[in-house]
């Protein structure tokens, strides 16, 4: 039985990370740590500096700024942390990627299977089509969401341009502009509003063509399941950096 601990139990996710690993016999959540307090069934610290129970893996929902002190604490435990806050500044980011120096560390912008699987169709599209065609991201979020854009549409992004030889740069948004649209770039489109969970679609136009690649998250527990996915595997890694393609290559 893989023992966790849930930085952010008391968020959305990581309400329904606990009730998913409840309802599985390969898991069970030992703590959780928040800043704010709710009810759970396990005990709830204000740090991972705080946690007495022993554990194998931590799995963090919460928020970018909570992330660098998480993770040094989880040196200092010497455990394993699976990443999934996003909207983590270059900072933040240089702390996870300094941390997995000493612990294993698995970081995604986006914890859903189908989303990876987006992701190796669009390289394939972009390698074909991002000289003749126009590339654009669209995503949209529930109100509540406070990074924009997402973590998911820039992972998009970026995994168009590892395939580029001339990489393309990121226009959000074109509100107030007047210029032509610019053949080397990436318009990247946010849209907030009602409880939708994640919508991305990424669009190649061409002349006298469309091609759109999708995907829709339509709960919150694909998420769930795939930071438990996640952390079951890194409980058996090295130290080092992963994410969901290291995931997905070993399984």
Do not use: W
């Not at 240089?94 to 914890?111: D, G």
């Amino acid at each position: 039985m893989l023992k966790i601990i849930i930085n952010g139990c008391c968020g959305k996710m990581g309400r329904v990370i606990a009730r998913l690993a409840s309802e599985n016999p390969e898991f069970e959540v030992v703590a959780g740590i928040d800043q704010n307090t709710c009810q759970c069934e396990f005990p709830v610290y204000k740090s991972l500096d705080d946690v007495k129970e022993a554990a194998d893996v931590v799995i963090d929902f919460s928020y970018h700024t909570a992330v660098p002190r998480l993770l040094k604490a989880a040196i200092d435990k010497n455990l394993p942390v699976v990443v999934a806050t996003t909207g983590l500044d270059d900072e933040e980011i240089n702390s996870v990627i300094e941390a997995s120096k000493y612990i294993p560390v698995f970081r995604s912008a986006n914890m859903s299977l189908g989303i990876n699987v987006l992701l190796s169709l669009v390289k394939e599209a972009a390698k074909v089509l991002s000289n003749d065609f126009d590339i654009e991201i669209l995503e949209m979020h529930h109100n509540m969401k406070k990074d924009s854009p997402s973590g998911t549409a820039l992972l998009i992004a970026d995994t168009i341009n590892k395939v580029l030889n001339d990489k393309k740069e990121y226009v959000y948004g074109r509100h107030s502009k007047t210029d032509l649209r610019d053949k080397n770039e990436i318009g990247i489109h946010a849209l907030r509003g009602g409880t939708v969970v994640g919508e991305h679609e990424v669009i190649f136009a061409g002349h006298d063509e469309i091609i759109k690649i999708s995907h829709s998250a339509r709960s919150r527990e694909i998420f769930g399941n795939g930071a438990l996915f996640a952390a079951k595997f890194l409980v058996n890694q090295k130290p080092g950096l992963y994410d969901m393609e290291s995931l997905v290559k070993k399984g």
